[in-house]
């Protein structure tokens, strides 16, 4: 018979072996998106890539060069900038298929940006066999911040 003592860390165990299940990711469309959301896992097509910064750190010589580009995405929904920071960039070709994984929604000047940090990551995919509808681009809708007075 088990003692309280090996019964609690049975119980332990089984909590353990519990939590190490991984949940299976649960795939969103570009028009689902909304402001400062996050956590989202989405398959796009990339239709261009612009860099906007690209310059050397100076500071150190171990971190390299900082660039950042702005990627239009999307896919049967609608279409979204992404920021790509750094590696971001060399993955992300014009016509390429790409997954964003824990992906977050950044407010830009008002308008949305998808982004994914370090707690992300992109994965480049078999060709989507999907249109992107272009016509729907979620970064070109001005949002503004209002704040609610208490009554």
């Known amino acids: 018979m088990a003692t309280t003592g090996q019964q609690s860390r049975q119980g332990q165990q089984q909590q353990q072996n519990n939590t190490m299940e991984k949940r299976k990711p649960v795939f969103v469309k570009v028009d689902q998106l909304k402001p400062g959301t996050n ?3 989405l398959i796009a097509k990339v239709l261009a890539c612009n860099v906007v910064v690209q310059k050397d750190r100076a500071a150190s010589r171990n971190l390299g060069q900082t660039r950042i580009a702005e990627c239009l995405v999307g896919d049967e929904t609608g279409t979204i900038l992404f920021t790509a920071r ?24 008002g308008s949305m940006r998808l982004a994914v940090d370090k707690w992300g990551c992109i994965e ?28």
């Open 124 to 151: 480049l995919t078999n060709p989507a066999n999907f249109v992107v509808k272009e016509d729907n681009n979620l970064s070109l809708v001005e949002y503004e911040l209002v704040s609610v007075a208490d009554e």
């Open 39 to 41: 956590g989202h896992t």
């Open 86 to 109: 750094n590696d971001q960039v060399d993955l992300m070709k014009p016509g390429d298929t790409v997954i964003f994984r824990n992906a977050k929604i950044d407010m830009f000047k």
